[in-house]
């Protein structure tokens, strides 16, 4: 196991996306974004969710980029300033190349 991506929340449309790739010589070489990418299949397709949010830290330019190459939009900070939001509908989705 290199990592896992888990889907957080009780709302019954909307769930966190959460991912991680644990040991730093598998980073860079494209599992976070394999693994966010079928996190948000698996919530739309399977799990009939509606909405996905995200979190990263501000630091984290690595998972910042990741959720803004799935398509993921910018919503507002984190709690603090120390992260950034985003958010996915599945009808944006559906209509990403």
Known sequence: MIGYVD????EPRRRE????IGDSTRWRQ???????????????AQAG???????????N?????ILQTLGMTEIAPGPDTSHRRFEIHR???NSLP
């Not at 889907?7 to 009780?10: A, K, P, S, V």
């Not at 969710?49 to 630091?59: D, Q, Y």
Request: no cysteine; aromatic share 10%; net charge positive.
């Open 7 to 10: 889907l957080q929340g009780t």
């Open 49 to 59: 969710l509606t909405s996905i949010w995200a979190e990263a830290l501000t630091t």
């Open 91 to 93: 009808s944006a989705r």
């Open 17 to 20: 996306l959460g991912y991680v």
């Open 30 to 44: 494209g599992f976070g974004t394999q693994a966010a990418r079928a996190g948000l299949t698996h919530a739309f």
């Open 61 to 65: 330019t690595a998972s910042v980029r």
